[in-house]
């Protein structure tokens, strides 16, 4: 069923899901929370309390994607993720490159496969709507590449849909 896009520029939102990965991998959480509880305990022992909260502050916030909820958002304006300490967003046009694979979809800004490119752009990684997300992003880019076929009068030809 195809995804219906209006060609006036609004930021309601068209999609919006909730992905929680500690609650889809339950043991993976528990291991992650002992290794951070045991860290704090060695940082506590070896140099202190104060160490020991920097420690588990600096764990929790690079496992925060994994151990929080983590936000996605489609707009017909573009897509955003939203985590507990930082969140990323791409206008869709200045998305060049889509790649698909198991898990999510990628949105590039960059024109070509670079060693900065997963640095770059936004991840959608699929909740159970794999199906909808695919087809609701291919909408919204087959919108912007007519709008800017319309706009330059020229077919934009350097983008590219990946499936992996």
Known sequence: MPIA?????????????????????????????????????????????????VVAVALVASLSDFLFPVKYLVTPDGASCRMLLKSSEIKWANVKRCYVDAL???????????????FRGVYLRFGNNQDEVIETVKSLRDAENERHAELDSASVSDDEWVEC
């Open 104 to 118: 999510g979809v990628k949105l590039s800004p960059l024109d070509r496969v670079s060693k900065v490119e997963a």
């Open 5 to 53: 896009v209006s060609n006036t520029a609004s930021s309601e939102p068209i999609l919006s899901w909730s992905v929680h990965l500690a609650r889809r991998y339950p043991a993976k959480a528990i291991i992650s929370l002992a290794f951070v509880t045991a860290a704090t305990a060695v940082g506590c022992a070896l140099a202190g309390p104060y160490v020991a909260l």
